[in-house]
């Protein structure tokens, strides 16, 4: 261990219990709780320590700024601090402390030779990755690249009536940051997944996101009595929804292992109570495959599905919403610059895929990015018991110091003083 | 229409329609909900302007009393006004409105001539019958028979953290009331199925409530990434509760029609994230028979399912709490009198079971009861459009007004003088 590897641990072992649950070794921060409040005061008070100027967004994005280059754009590199509700302290939060840690890095040598400074720095902190508290997920990323209007952001409620300004506003983390010029973008994370634990990587090189189709579905059926109303005259809604729960898991195994996941995570059931059949049931599903003509097959048997458990069951089925996207890949300079980094300190490195989303999905469609993993003991993730070993987090430092040295240099740019280039970069 | 159903008419009109859920012939009114707290001051006055005093118990149990022999113990009809979440306007609200006016005749007639009554008159509005928003269900009336702690009732909380005796507080529907020297008890009630209504029966002598096992399961897997977790690594809490939904479908399938009715109304899944596989799902599950046999064989089929969820799909499956009840007869003695003020009404008449629960549940365990049903058309209920005929509304408090009449002449109490028995009669 470093001087520099312990110095990460340390700050680590503060900035990864902010939230923590009692008797875990897991946290429940959701986006802009009180515990992600505590949190991003912790982590303000650390960027300004080391000499970063903390601004925040409209959509309260947090972030550190440090200019080097009067008026040049920033290699920004970041992920997200709010978790699931009782999740595991790693995921996002390991990327946030990560680029904090490899920017101070980077500014120390910047600071002792200038000349090499190409861009400036920025660490970033995205607001509500998770969309567990606000709905969608990627929120703080998605207003800042224009994907989502921050209005709507803003209007958007959590299960109690709370707003997203209304959350932000009572933690003081809405500011008036207006867009930054970004050059470039990179992000870790931890894998999520247990392949790159089995085939002994230390460094995962993103190269694209599985394809996905998520569906939102509305189950309709008619309210009576529980007990009394004759079973041939129901129309359960849950009954329905509980239908296509099974036949999503079933689908898996039609296709050979691992080409299919699906997931049925959230299902609200009305009027849920215990002498009532519901009348409506709410239910998310989703099918994720790295092949684009299974993810195809599999929606043709879904639609069947509901076809028959419309007919069967006397419910009606609507797809209130639905996204889709193909496999979607990472840019292919961004993993060669990544592995040349990983060759260069020595780490095991591999090209993996991600099944999930993350903040690097909205911002490579803007700018230059690099996404990386780091292994995930057993694949365990959104679970209280998420485990990532030392020595991988001080990898995976050393390794995202790296490329953004070559980021602030002014890698990946095709030609960094170009305006026009610039004005393309600028997200907002 | 006689002079009396015109004036019960009126009254209906405004009574059924606190909570009314716009655009609809329904209601919302749930325990101790602002409309509930509406209805209770408008029942209140309606019960004074007849001569009754109005008076409420430790749990809001509410009471309209008239003392005709001092120091007799009261002969009792009545029903709930709460209902649950979008209901129909008839479920309670009929019996205690029904209740209040065959009260108001026979205290008319017993006015003209006192030696008839040898009990007091009482309608009551029992708190908290559906259970919806408080559990368990009849907990007014529970509580008045001492089957339910009090203290416990009214720690109860909702799914906001409101607990009934803040709920009651403030509508100031908690009294001091201490008990009541109850005789006997009357109940009506629309049917909730359809068999009287195809059968051409006006007034259902409910001799037994269905047999019943309800179950209090929680389904217990483990969190992890809805998308990245492979299949085979998953424990999905969700997916364990569905197949018990659908399995508890697939039982009826096993008996002969109308044999064994079924139901889960009721299910809440942890974290209820899109993006996280569910670790823990709570659902309320039960079977329905006329014949405890099938439930027996219901029961065992359906504990051979669990086993086979747990096993195949890694999760814990756990009766948190079961209850179940035998099929549980009504006293013949007040089918009998019901019957007897049936055909002198010269209203078609038959004996039929509920398969719902209903205060007089609690009621016949302590005194002299008779339940009674009116039709129920196509057996709507807990539905917004639940329907019952005007003409078997007026039919009904004609009957229950010839059962009133004959409660407080002191049918079926064997004794009325005797002290021990009236003692016995006390509930609280």
């Given at each position: 261990m470093t001087h520099q590897?312990?110095?990460?641990?340390?700050?680590?072992?503060?900035?990864?219990?902010?939230?923590?649950?009692?008797g875990t070794s897991g946290v429940d921060?959701?986006?802009?709780?009180?515990?992600?409040?505590?949190?991003?005061?912790?982590?303000?008070?650390?960027?300004?320590?080391?000499?970063?100027?903390?601004?925040?967004?409209?959509?309260?994005?947090?972030?550190?700024?440090?200019?080097?280059?009067?008026?040049?754009?920033?290699?920004?590199?970041?992920?997200?601090?709010?978790?699931?509700?009782?999740a595991g302290r790693f995921d996002g939060a390991y990327g946030v402390l990560a680029s904090a840690h490899a920017c101070f890095r980077v500014a120390e040598e910047l600071r002792v030779?200038?000349?090499?400074?190409?861009?400036?720095?920025?660490?970033?902190?995205?607001?509500?990755?998770?969309?567990?508290?606000?709905?969608?997920?990627?929120?703080?990323?998605?207003?800042?690249?224009?994907?989502?209007?921050?209005?709507?952001?803003?209007?958007?409620?959590d299960s109690q009536g709370v707003s997203v300004r209304e959350a932000l506003d009572a933690l003081g983390e809405r500011g008036d940051l207006d867009g930054l010029d970004v050059a470039s973008y990179a992000e870790i994370h931890v894998q999520q997944g247990r392949s790159m634990e089995e085939d002994g990587v230390?460094?995962?090189?993103?190269?694209?996101?599985?394809?996905?189709?998520?569906?939102?579905?509305?189950?309709?059926?008619?309210?009576?009595?529980?007990?009394?109303?004759?079973?041939?005259?129901?129309?359960?809604?849950?009954?329905?929804?509980?239908?296509?729960?099974?036949?999503?898991?079933?689908?898996?195994?039609?296709?050979?292992?691992?080409?299919?996941?699906?997931?049925?995570g959230e299902l609200n059931?009305?009027?849920?109570?215990?002498?009532?059949?519901?009348?409506?049931?709410?239910?998310?599903?989703?099918?994720?495959?790295?092949?684009?003509e299974v993810i195809a097959r599999a929606h043709a048997s879904l639609m069947r599905t509901i076809e028959r458990v419309q007919r069967d069951d006397r419910v009606e089925i609507e797809i209130v919403s639905e996204h889709s996207w193909d496999q979607n890949p990472y840019p292919e300079a961004g993993v060669e610059l990544a592995l040349q980094v990983a060759d260069d300190l020595g780490l095991a490195r591999d090209r993996v895929m991600t099944v999930a989303g993350h903040d690097s999905t909205n911002m490579k469609d803007r700018v230059p990015t690099v996404m990386l993993f780091v292994p995930s003991v057993d694949g365990i993730s959104h679970n209280l018991d998420e485990y990532t070993r030392d020595e991988d987090l001080v990898a995976g430092v050393d390794h995202l110091t790296g490329v953004v040295r070559r980021l602030a240099a002014g890698d990946l740019v095709a030609d960094a003083g170009d305006a026009r280039e610039r004005e393309e970069a600028r997200p907002i």
């Amino acid at each position: 261990m470093t001087h520099q590897d312990e110095a990460f641990l340390a700050d680590w072992a503060v900035h990864s219990r902010f939230g923590a649950v009692p008797g875990t070794s897991g946290v429940d921060r959701q986006a802009a709780s009180i515990a992600d409040g505590e949190q991003r005061a912790w982590f303000a008070r650390l960027l300004e320590s080391h000499g970063f100027t903390v601004a925040r967004d409209a959509i309260g994005n947090q972030f550190g700024l440090l200019e080097l280059v009067p008026g040049a754009p920033y290699a920004v590199t970041g992920s997200h601090l709010d978790s699931q509700p009782t999740a595991g302290r790693f995921d996002g939060a390991y990327g946030v402390l990560a680029s904090a840690h490899a920017c101070f890095r980077v500014a120390e040598e910047l600071r002792v030779d200038p000349t090499r400074a190409r861009f400036n720095l920025a660490i970033v902190n995205w607001f509500n990755e998770e969309g567990s508290r606000f709905k969608p997920s990627m929120m703080g990323s998605s207003v800042f690249t224009g994907k989502m209007a921050l209005a709507d952001a803003l209007a958007t409620r959590d299960s109690q009536g709370v707003s997203v300004r209304e959350a932000l506003d009572a933690l003081g983390e809405r500011g008036d940051l207006d867009g930054l010029d970004v050059a470039s973008y990179a992000e870790i994370h931890v894998q999520q997944g247990r392949s790159m634990e089995e085939d002994g990587v230390t460094i995962g090189l993103v190269e694209a996101t599985w394809a996905a189709h998520k569906f939102d579905f509305r189950v309709t059926g008619a309210q009576a009595h529980s007990g009394s109303a004759l079973m041939a005259d129901r129309r359960d809604a849950l009954l329905g929804a509980a239908r296509l729960v099974v036949a999503a898991r079933e689908l898996v195994d039609d296709f050979a292992e691992g080409e299919l996941h699906t997931a049925c995570g959230e299902l609200n059931v009305y009027p849920n109570s215990p002498v009532v059949v519901a009348s409506e049931v709410q239910l998310l599903l989703d099918l994720r495959s790295p092949s684009a003509e299974v993810i195809a097959r599999a929606h043709a048997s879904l639609m069947r599905t509901i076809e028959r458990v419309q007919r069967d069951d006397r419910v009606e089925i609507e797809i209130v919403s639905e996204h889709s996207w193909d496999q979607n890949p990472y840019p292919e300079a961004g993993v060669e610059l990544a592995l040349q980094v990983a060759d260069d300190l020595g780490l095991a490195r591999d090209r993996v895929m991600t099944v999930a989303g993350h903040d690097s999905t909205n911002m490579k469609d803007r700018v230059p990015t690099v996404m990386l993993f780091v292994p995930s003991v057993d694949g365990i993730s959104h679970n209280l018991d998420e485990y990532t070993r030392d020595e991988d987090l001080v990898a995976g430092v050393d390794h995202l110091t790296g490329v953004v040295r070559r980021l602030a240099a002014g890698d990946l740019v095709a030609d960094a003083g170009d305006a026009r280039e610039r004005e393309e970069a600028r997200p907002i």
